[in-house]
């Protein structure tokens, strides 16, 4: 029955990480754990991961707040993709250009390219069905993933020609095009963040068990049902993350996204 069902979920989800001050607590202290290791290790990152905790714990409890209300609404979910996306595309953007300006509007390039059309053919074919509960998570996750695979990227690629600012010279004295010596120098660099979805790919089930997966399980899914949605989003990512790679790749090629300036020639 739904209601025992409903029930069982709840109970599985107690199960896994119970909900009380006792998990407060340990994430707190695993918190401060990671501020101290990051910032007395000489990381130079304590500040910033006590940062980022922070701001989860404020923008989660936010999401909480408003996320039942959102989902009751297509407009509002369609807003709410809208603003995942703009945060990702000013948080990858900048990554990829930290300099003052308005360079870090190029990420919105690779990350819709590689989101939009996933999302599309999911929308399109009925696969996914038009409404906020089921869109708001596929789409975060497919721009989470957009989002990683861009800063990686963008700033692997742009270090590169800054590291090999003479091979790029040496590649356009031999009659290399602007584009074909950045991209010569580059793209191998920024090829590797693809490192982390494909090493995930690869050790599903073995290593991990990811969070759609758990989550479908403590749902009342199936494994079969759990495998086939998770393997959908593991596939789906490694398609959305190597368009964005492409992508940023082209923009740093094409010299609109560069280590200088925003809009700056890099070679």
């Known amino acids: ?9 709840l109970a599985a989800a107690g199960q896994l990480l119970p909900v009380t001050p006792g998990l407060g607590v340990v994430t707190a202290v695993l918190l401060l754990a990671g501020v101290a290791v990051a910032g007395w290790g000489r990381l130079g990152q304590g500040h910033a991961v006590l940062r980022a905790g922070l701001r989860a714990v404020v923008q989660l409890a936010a999401v909480a707040l408003v996320i039942t209300w959102v989902v009751g609404s297509r407009w509002w979910s369609a807003l709410f993709v809208l603003l995942m996306f703009t945060v990702a595309v000013r948080t990858a953007g900048r990554r990829m250009v930290p300099a003052p300006g308005r360079g870090w509007l190029w990420a919105a390039a690779p990350i819709g390219a590689g989101v939009l ?31 990683t695979a861009t800063s990686l990227s963008g700033r692997r690629a742009l270090d590169e020609l800054r590291q090999r600012h003479g091979e790029v010279e040496a590649a356009l004295a031999l009659g290399f095009e602007d584009r074909d010596a950045r991209m010569e120098i580059c793209r191998t660099a920024a090829a590797t963040s693809l490192v982390p979805a494909l090493d995930q790919t ?41 368009v964005a790679v492409v992508v940023v790749l082209e923009l740093v090629g094409r010299g609109l996204v560069s280590a200088g300036r925003p809009g700056d020639v890099i070679g």
């Not at 038009?130 to 993933?145: N, Q």
């Not at 050790?203 to 998770?230: D, E, I, K, N, R």
């Open 117 to 147: 059309p996933v999302l599309l053919l999911l929308l399109g074919s009925g696969l996914l069905p038009f409404e906020g509960l089921s869109v708001i998570p596929v789409a975060g996750i497919l721009i989470g993933g957009a989002l």
């Open 202 to 242: 690869r050790t599903v089930g073995l290593v991990t068990l990811p969070g759609a997966f758990v989550g479908m399980l403590l749902g009342g899914a199936s494994p079969v049902q759990a495998g086939a949605v998770q393997l959908f989003v593991l596939v789906g990512l490694l398609a959305v993350e190597s």
């Open 1 to 9: 029955m739904p209601g025992r069902s409903g029930t069982s979920s």
